[in-house]
Nanobody
């Protein structure tokens, strides 16, 4: 099975930065596309960013394009989300996902951006 554990969330002022990490375990998880979603109060869970097994062709939601960067370190089975120029509207619980036979999810990490 696949297990995902997020870390790196916290409180930051608008304009600041945070780096989220997702540590993955599982026999074949290194071959899976992976990504980040987020969910704010009163809103649906939304796509943020994704990356394939090779690190090629990352994709981003329009709302974060140019500010967030997704990367992966396959020897460490870890995916990162570098978040710069944070805005209050980025406040949400951020979830890591791996796309295998099914979608696997982490527990989420809270990101709060103050104005």
């Amino acid at each position: 099975q696949v297990q995902l554990v997020e870390s790196g969330g916290g409180l930051v002022q608008a304009g600041g930065s945070l780096r989220l990490s997702c540590a993955a375990s599982g026999r074949t998880v290194g071959t899976y596309p992976m990504g980040w979603f987020r969910q704010a109060p009163g809103k649906e869970r939304e796509f943020v960013a994704s990356i394939d097994w090779s690190g090629s062709s990352p994709s981003y939601a329009d709302s974060v394009k140019g500010r967030f960067t997704i990367t992966r370190d396959n020897p460490k089975n870890t995916v990162y989300l570098q978040m710069n120029s944070l805005k209050p509207e980025d406040t949400a619980v951020y979830y890591c996902t791996a796309i295998g036979p099914t979608m696997y999810w982490g527990q989420g990490t809270q990101v709060t951006v103050s104005s």
